[in-house]
């Protein structure tokens, strides 16, 4: 090591004057990276040459890059980059196969055009028990310094709460018969303020309508319609988010943190089933709601066989109050530190205010075989109560919040992760373990109002 020190200590400081672009590339794509990464510098160094690098990177029309730096006659170097670009067509395929209801299909076709304004567009088709939906993406990078892109997504997509928590080990009569449908449209423009921390600063608005389809109670006959309520709402937010964690599913190292800051204005109008009333409806006038989301998880390294993580969500809105218990609370900002939380519509764990934590321990068997655990606490300021009739009031400040755990052995495979695991909801109603195995990802796109 100290041979290798002291080699290191001798060799010139990696600056360069020129970069040469090679590979299978147009005039315009090879001015594109070669501008990027010098950042229209006539000098510029290894650190600038990196964060060109990622830059180029996030365009997602680059396949491989394989450096090497040629030494010329003052002492400064010459950046060759040998490059592969992408297909210009791709189809993907994935999904999920489960012990549990969690069956998933998905299927993508995507189009990348490189130029000098790079941009790609996407179709993606989901098909499952819980969360069926088409999804429309186009997403263009503009300008070198500072970097600037913008993206459009058009989503149409649904999710059915009382068949995502039907399984083998579960009855049909362990969740109320729920289910969102939601229609929106998303702008986003965003810019890079940290290349080295990875940190994207974001502007964004969405449009939408969701449905919301229920039976107010579980004593319900194959007679009875379901109440209905619709929202409509216009949204704008300004986020700053980084994400460097190694896997989408039980990540081992890295860290996501997200600050959020959310105005949402909203229209609702509900139609009565035949539990309560018979087909009566209630239009509200236009409510405004505002919403602060701090939510931090990050993963420390505490040697080759061990990990420690953790997970902080702090949330913070005025109540956007609606017609009855069952839509109110699910309109509710939710906690939901696990993948297997968010497909469920777990009551107690929703409040307008909450503060969510829970300590993430990773056991390494290999680098892609690892017993991940997860387990923390849940407190809202208030809780929502549901009163007679499908009504609500809320609690008092600070009552008992509940527990949540989840233990899961993971092979980060090939294909995806392959995961045998449990979940444990202490304030669940009914069921508060959910045993599973599941083979592949759990893809299901965010909701209008949190995306």
Not at 82 to 99: E, F, R, Y
Not at 279 to 298: F, H, I, M, W
Not at 335 to 346: A, E, N
Not at 369 to 382: A, C, D, I, N, R
Request: aromatic share 14%.
């Amino acid at each position: 090591d100290s041979m290798r020190i002291a080699f290191r200590d001798r060799c010139l400081d990696l600056r360069f004057d020129s970069v040469s672009v090679e590979g299978n590339l147009t005039e315009d794509q090879k001015q594109y990276i070669s501008t990027t990464i010098t950042d229209k510098k006539k000098e510029f160094s290894f650190e600038q040459a990196k964060r060109g690098y990622y830059r180029v990177l996030s365009t997602n029309a680059i396949q491989s890059f394989y450096p090497t730096a040629v030494l010329g006659q003052v002492s400064l170097f010459t950046l060759r980059l040998q490059t592969a670009p992408k297909n210009v067509l791709s189809l993907s395929v994935g999904g999920n196969i489960s012990s549990s209801s969690l069956m998933q299909g998905y299927v993508g076709l995507s189009h990348i055009h490189f130029s000098k304004h790079p941009w790609n567009a996407a179709i993606n088709l989901d098909i499952g028990q819980f969360f069926t939906g088409v999804g429309l993406y186009f997403r263009q990078h503009i300008g070198i310094k500072p970097l600037f892109l913008y993206e459009v997504m058009l989503n149409a997509q649904s999710f059915d709460y009382f068949r995502s928590s039907q399984g083998i080990l579960q009855s049909n009569s362990l969740a109320k018969n729920i289910r969102e449908t939601e229609y929106f449209l998303t702008l986003n423009m965003g810019t890079p303020i940290s290349y080295n921390s990875n940190i994207l600063l974001e502007f964004g608005a969405t449009a939408g309508v969701n449905r919301y389809d229920y039976f107010p109670a579980e004593n319900y006959s194959q007679y009875d319609k379901k109440d209905r309520t619709y929202l409509s709402y216009l949204t704008a937010r300004l986020k700053m988010a980084q994400t460097t964690l190694d896997y989408n599913m039980y990540p081992s190292s890295g860290r996501h943190r997200l600050l959020e800051f959310r105005y949402i204005l909203s229209h609702e109008k509900h139609f009565e089933g035949t539990m309560y009333a018979d087909g009566t409806s209630v239009t509200q006038p236009l409510k405004s709601t505002l919403l602060a989301r701090l939510n931090l998880e990050d993963y420390y390294d505490l040697g080759r066989w061990f990990s420690l993580g953790y997970n902080l969500d702090i949330t913070v809105s005025t109540p956007l109050d609606l017609c009855d218990y069952t839509s109110t609370m699910m309109a509710m900002p939710a906690f939901q530190p696990t993948i297997h939380s968010r497909t469920l519509m777990l009551e107690a764990y929703r409040a307008p205010i909450y503060v969510g934590f829970t300590v993430n321990p990773v056991i390494k068997f290999t680098k892609t075989v690892f017993l991940h655990l997860s387990g923390g606490y849940f407190q809202p300021y208030k809780e929502l109560l549901e009163t007679a009739s499908g009504g609500y009031t809320y609690s008092q400040p600070l009552p008992r919040g509940g527990f949540v755990g989840n233990a899961a052995i993971v092979w980060q495979s090939p294909i995806g992760p392959i995961s045998l695991s449990c979940a444990y909801y202490e304030k669940a109603e009914k069921a508060k373990w959910y045993p599973s195995f599941n083979i592949g990802f759990l893809i299901f796109r965010e909701h209008g109002l949190r995306n």
